[in-house]
T-cell receptor
Framework: DGGITQSPKYLFRKEGQNVTLSCEQNLNHDAMYWYRQDPGQGLRLIYYSQIVNDFQKGDIAEGYSVSREKKESFPLTVTSAQKNPTAFYLC?????????????FGEGSRLTVL | SQELEQSPQSLIVQEGKNLTINCTSSKTLYGLYWYKQKYGEGLIFLMMLQKGGEEKSHEKITAKLDEKKQQSSLHITASQPSHAGIYLCGADNQAGTALIFGKGTTLSVSS
């Protein structure tokens, strides 16, 4: 079955540590996105990539980094510079940049900083 | 920057009752999308609206975009426990490169 796989589902991190969240898709989609969700805050865009080897900052990119070396993979690193990293992280993809609204989402990764 | 405001923030309805969720944009909408999320899971795409006055239905859920393209409503008829979850509206950002979302409406359906 085609879809988006995020891992790990739950992650605990100590302050000062970097952590990388995995996002893999087998839908052959060009565009991929990372969102952050906090209670009562909806989804906020962190980074997006419309094509391999290219990505753009979203509204809240500070303290995060990404790479897009392969079409099917878009990992997100939460660095120690992110001041409040505890959140639910969602990865999504769309066929290409012309279909930004019809997103396919993964099941999410919940990061807790201890 | 464009903002999407959803109302109500949360809603509890009795099974079988109808309900409406609203999404208002600070700017003209060129694409309005409705998604549903179960707590702790990813979002599921429901419907997309693009034209003023457009209305779409899927099973017992109907969404409409007003003529001025700044407000959308999502109406559920004869609610069921399976309708419970968080409903989010989304719209294209100014650059047309990604979606921005409202804060969501949490729906609970009591049996």
């Amino acid at each position: 079955d085609g879809g988006i796989t995020q891992s790990p589902k739950y992650l605990f991190r100590k302050e000062g540590q970097n952590v990388t969240l995995s996002c893999e898709q087998n839908l052959n989609h060009d565009a991929m996105y990372w969102y952050r969700q906090d209670p009562g805050q909806g989804l906020r865009l962190i980074y997006y990539s419309q094509i391999v080897n290219d990505f753009q900052k979203g509204d809240i990119a500070e303290g995060y980094s990404v790479s897009r070396e392969k079409k099917e993979s878009f990992p997100l690193t939460v660095t120690s510079a992110q001041k409040n990293p505890t959140a639910f992280y969602l990865c999504a993809s769309s066929i290409d940049q012309a279909y930004t609204g019809e997103l396919f989402f993964g099941e999410g990764s919940r990061l807790t900083v201890l | 920057s464009q903002e999407l405001e959803q109302s109500p923030q949360s809603l509890i309805v009795q099974e079988g009752k109808n309900l409406t969720i609203n999404c208002t944009s600070s700017k003209t909408l060129y694409g309005l999308y409705w998604y549903k999320q179960k707590y702790g899971e990813g979002l599921i795409f429901l419907m997309m609206l693009q034209k003023g006055g457009e209305e779409k239905s899927h099973e017992k859920i109907t969404a409409k975009l007003d003529e001025k393209k700044q407000q959308s409503s999502l109406h559920i008829t004869a609610s069921q426990p399976s309708h419970a979850g968080i409903y989010l509206c989304g719209a294209d950002n100014q650059a047309g490169t990604a979606l921005i979302f409202g804060k969501g409406t949490t729906l609970s359906v009591s049996s």
